[in-house]
C-alpha cells in the first residue's frame, strides 16, 4: 500500500544536494526523476503536502518542487507553512504548475516560493532552473558564515582591546602616571583622572580643548609644542615627542 511518501535514490552525502518533488501524478514524478537520473542530486519524493512536510522536518533538505494543486494542502499552503517555520523557511521553493497567468505566480512568490515551472516540463528548463537555486542558496550560506565570523572575531577583539586598556588604565593609575587622548579630527582632548590629581589639582572627567591640554604648560615649551601640533594637523609631521615643563598645583614648573 502507497502512504503518500517515498523516497529515491536518497543517501547521507553532503556534497550532494537533495531535492524534494512534490507532486500527486505520478508521470510527472516519473518524468523528474529521469530528468535527474544523470545529476547529482538526492531525490526524495512525496505524494501529498502533508507528506512533503514530514519530509522536511525529518530530513536536511536544499530544495523543493512543489506541485500548486494537491489533495489536501495545496503548493501555495505548503509553501506558507515552510516560510513560517524559522527551521525551514530558508529552503527554496520551485512550484510546477500548467497555470502561465500573472495572477497565480504573484500568488506564489507571496507565499514565499522563488520561481515557477511550467507542465509540460521541458528538460533543459526544468535542470537548469533548479540548478539555480542550491547554488544561491549554498553562496547565501557562505556569505552568512563568513558575515557571523567576522563578526565574531570583531566582537573578541574588541573585547580583547577594552580589557587590556583598563588594565593598562588600572596599572598607571597604581603608579601615579597620567595619560590623555587627542581626537586630532575634532580637536577634543581626552586626559585621564590622574593627568590631574599627578599634578595637585583635583580630578576632572570629560574632554577638553587643545588650549586646555596647552595652557598648563610653560610658556616657552607651550609655543613648541603648539608649533609642532599645527604641522601634524597640516601632514607636515606624522609624530613628534616632547617633554614639556608643567604647572602644578603649587604654582612651580616641573619636567614632565
Not at 502533508?50 to 509553501?79: K, N, Q, Y
Not at 500568488?107 to 515551472?117: M, S
Not at 533548479?130 to 565570523?149: C, F, M, N, Q, Y
Not at 595652557?215 to 603648539?226: K, V
Request: proline share 4%; charged share 25%.
Amino acid at each position: 500500500m502507497n502512504n503518500g511518501n517515498t523516497q529515491s535514490g536518497y543517501s547521507e552525502n553532503p556534497n550532494r544536494h537533495t531535492i524534494l518533488l512534490v507532486d500527486d501524478e505520478s508521470a510527472n514524478l516519473a518524468a523528474l526523476t529521469t530528468y535527474f537520473a544523470d545529476c547529482n542530486y538526492q531525490i526524495l519524493v512525496a505524494r501529498t503536502g502533508e507528506a512533503g512536510l514530514d519530509i522536511v522536518r525529518r530530513t536536511s533538505v536544499d530544495l523543493i518542487l512543489v506541485d500548486v494543486m494537491l489533495p489536501g494542502i495545496d503548493g501555495f499552503d505548503v509553501c506558507r507553512q515552510l516560510k513560517a517555520d524559522i527551521q525551514t523557511r530558508e529552503i527554496p521553493v520551485i512550484f510546477m504548475t500548467i497555470v502561465t497567468g500573472t495572477e497565480d505566480k504573484v500568488r506564489g512568490f507571496k507565499a514565499g516560493g522563488v520561481d515557477y515551472i511550467t507542465k509540460p516540463f521541458q528538460h533543459e528548463e526544468v535542470l537548469a532552473r533548479v540548478a539555480t537555486h542550491p547554488r544561491i542558496r549554498g553562496l547565501s550560506r557562505r556569505l552568512d558564515g563568513t558575515k557571523e565570523s567576522l563578526e565574531s572575531r570583531v566582537e573578541e577583539q574588541t573585547t580583547a582591546l577594552r580589557d587590556s586598556e583598563e588594565r593598562l588604565c588600572l596599572t598607571m593609575e597604581a603608579i601615579n602616571i597620567g595619560s590623555w587622548d587627542w581626537d586630532v579630527q575634532h580637536d577634543i582632548w581626552y586626559p585621564s583622572p590622574v593627568y590631574f590629581t599627578m599634578l595637585g589639582y583635583e580630578s576632572k572627567a570629560g574632554p577638553g580643548d587643545r588650549q586646555e591640554w596647552l595652557e598648563p604648560m610653560h610658556p616657552d615649551d607651550r609655543a613648541y609644542a603648539a608649533k609642532k601640533i599645527q604641522k601634524v594637523l597640516t601632514s607636515e609631521l606624522k609624530e613628534f615627542h616632547y617633554e614639556a615643563r608643567l604647572r602644578h598645583a603649587d604654582g612651580t614648573y616641573r619636567w614632565q
